[in-house]
Structures are given as C-alpha cells and as structure tokens.
T-cell receptor
Framework: NAGVTQTPKFQVLKTGQSMTLQCAQDMNHNSMYWYRQDPGMGLRLIYYSASEGTTDKGEVPNGYNVSRLNKREFSLRLESAAPSQTSVYFC????????????FGSGTRLTVV | DQQVKQNSPSLSVQEGRISILNCDYTNSMFDYFLWYKKYPAEGPTFLISISSIKDKNEDGRFTVFLNKSAKHLSLHIVPSQPGDSAVYFCAANKRHAGNMLTFGGGTRLMVKP
C-alpha cells in the first residue's frame, strides 16, 4: 500500500544511547516532516525538508539531527538520548502546497530510561 | 506559547447527536486550517480543511466553520457515530510558509452507543 513507512514501531533506549528513526514514502511527495506527540502538547515539528537536499529546524529541534537521504527517505537521529525525548514520533510527507494534507506514518513509540 | 489551542481535552457525545469540536488560534498570519483524526496506534489522517477566504466547508457528515474575527474554528460531526471516537487535531498553515502546519493539543471524542 502506498504511504509513509516508519521503523521501528517501538524502541527503548538508555540515557546517552543513540539511534536513528527511519522514514520512507512512496507517494512522490517533495516535502517530509518529523513531529513528536506528547500528551496535551499536540504534534510539535522537530525538523522538516521542503524538498530533496534541504532541511530546516522546526519548533523543537534541540537534541535531534536529520538527513534527507533522497526524495523518498528522511531519517531522524538522536545522538545522545535523554528522558525528555520519550515521546511518539511521527513522520509525514506532503506536496509543498498550502492546504495539501499530510500523509502520516503510524509512529514510533520511544522510551528513554 | 501555543498558537493553536484546543481547550477541551475530551468530549463525550451520544450516538446520533452532534459533536462540536472547537479550536482557537492567535496568529493572524494563519490562512488555511485543517482537521486531522487519529486512532490509537495509528498516524493522524487528514479529515477536512478550510481556507480563510471561506467561512464554511462541508464534506458529508463533517462541516468546518471559520470565524476569522474571533480567530475560532469548529468541526461539526452530524450525526455522530461510534467509529468517530478518536483524537481530533486542529492545524493551521501560515501565509508564505509553504505547507508547514502548527497543530493544537487535540480533543479526544468519545461517541457512546
């Protein structure tokens, strides 16, 4: 099925460990996004990539890095995980047109202990 | 400070009745608004949108109303069905910001049979 695929679905890390969250879309969208969801806070933008070869910081970028590997793939890296990064992470893709709805992946639930 | 607010964390409605979900925003640069629906363990899915040049948009059982002077929008679901039970997120897009969205905190709707 066409859409956005995220891996892994679940992950437990120890404080200080690193990991990369993978995201791939097969919808030929130009723009990709990483959000985190926390209770009562909604979805907050971490990083986005308006097109292949570009990345920009969102609302909460500290502690994260991203790579837009090609048009399909956009990865999110935690270099040194902290308990404050315990969250559900969503990747999304869209066309870079106002009002164009995002297609979201099913999320990665990350716990940092 | 949250620029998009959903002040009701939860809402309970009887099947067949109307559900009204509310959203307020503070930034007058927002000119496109979207609603997303999220089931547990899934990513959000796009539901309906409205441009700031309109005050109403309808799609089947779902209608979104926009009151620009009050910086307020609402989503009406008529009639409500048990399958509508989910978390609903309001999102807004700023003029000249491509397709970047700012999300509210979400409202959990429970439709009782």
């Amino acid at each position: 099925n066409a859409g956005v695929t995220q891996t892994p679905k679940f992950q437990v890390l120890k404080t200080g460990q690193s990991m990369t969250l993978q995201c791939a879309q097969d919808m030929n969208h130009n723009s990709m996004y990483w959000y985190r969801q926390d209770p009562g806070m909604g979805l907050r933008l971490i990083y986005y990539s308006a097109s292949e070869g570009t990345t920009d910081k969102g609302e909460v970028p500290n502690g994260y890095n991203v790579s837009r590997l090609n048009k399909r793939e956009f990865s999110l890296r935690l270099e040194s995980a902290a308990p404050s990064q315990t969250s559900v992470y969503f990747c999304a893709s869209s066309e870079n047109r106002v009002g164009y709805g995002y297609t979201f992946g099913s999320g990665t639930r990350l716990t940092v202990v | 400070d949250q620029q998009v607010k959903q002040n009701s964390p939860s809402l309970s409605v009887q099947e067949g009745r109307i559900s009204i979900l509310n959203c307020d925003y503070t930034n007058s640069m927002f000119d496109y608004f979207l609603w997303y629906k999220k089931y547990p363990a899934e990513g959000p899915t796009f539901l309906i949108s409205i441009s700031s040049i309109k005050d109403k948009n309808e799609d089947g059982r779902f209608t979104v109303f926009l009151n620009k002077s009050a910086k307020h929008l609402s989503l009406h679901i008529v009639p409500s069905q048990p399958g509508d039970s989910a978390v609903y997120f309001c999102a807004a897009n700023k003029r000249h910001a491509g397709n970047m969205l700012t999300f509210g905190g979400g409202t959990r709707l429970m439709v009782k049979p």
